[in-house]
């Protein structure tokens, strides 16, 4: 059983038309996979919101829906361009014996050594990373600890990343996470006196060296 429950209605009601569930305190979704047949729903507002904030797009969700269960991810989230209310939601049934791709969000925990002590600042790479595993294996997030990043220049990759046996990373794994950088007034300051050097004019410290002779 998924850690999440949705009870549903069969939706007869398409096209155009949904716009009178909506008005309801209805919203249209769909359940679909590989080996299901589309199956037309409609979810009572409040609950569905609810739901996909705590379930995100990586936690197992069981729509139940004319005494049957559907266990499925969500897949798309439409909501209004303005308003931001959810206005749709595809949702894809799972395979408890099929493996399954799927993004999951980047956490990071700790504190950078060499931030906390003003050496540098964090500079942000991926956001996510792509995944393949069973349903059973998904994770919702993927905990990052800088507390290794001690120097600038310290970097973790998504080659660095442990997911154990059962998750296999399908992102670029040279894609970086997250790296310790210079704060920008500091390079400011380099590349200044970088730029002084180059304009000492030729011979200037030659003749200073000939008049101390």
């Given amino acids: 059983m998924a850690d999440f429950v949705i009870e549903a209605q069969a939706r007869t009601i398409t096209g155009k038309q949904v716009n009178q569930l909506r008005n309801q305190g209805f919203v249209p979704a769909v359940v679909y996979g590989s080996k299901t047949q589309p199956v037309h729903i409609q979810i009572p507002y409040r609950p569905l919101e609810v739901t996909l904030m705590k379930a995100g797009g990586t936690n197992?969700?069981?729509?139940?829906?004319?005494?049957?269960?559907?266990?499925?991810?969500?897949?798309?989230?439409?909501?209004?361009?303005?308003?931001g209310?959810?206005?749709?939601?595809?949702?894809?049934?799972?395979?408890?014996?099929?493996?399954?791709?799927?993004?999951v969000f980047v956490h990071f925990v700790g504190e950078s050594p060499a931030v906390q002590a003003s050496l540098g600042m964090l500079l942000t790479g991926a956001s996510s990373i792509t995944i393949e595993t069973l349903p059973a294996d998904l994770i919702d997030r993927?905990?990052?600890d800088l507390s290794g990043l001690a120097n600038v220049g310290d970097a973790i990759h998504v080659r660095d990343l442990d997911l154990g046996d059962k998750i296999t990373v399908k992102t670029d794994p040279e894609e970086l996470i997250v790296r310790v950088v210079q704060p920008a007034s500091a390079r400011a300051e380099e590349a200044l006196e970088d730029v002084s050097m180059e304009t000492v004019p030729p011979g200037v410290n030659d003749e200073e060296d000939e008049s101390e002779e």
Avoid: S, W, Y
């Fill in 85 to 103: 209310n959810i206005m749709h939601v595809d949702f894809v049934a799972v395979d408890m014996n099929q493996a399954i791709t799927t993004d």
């Fill in 142 to 144: 993927i905990e990052v």
């Fill in 60 to 83: 197992l969700i069981d729509i139940q829906v004319d005494g049957k269960t559907h266990t499925v991810i969500t897949r798309e989230v439409q909501r209004h361009v303005i308003k």
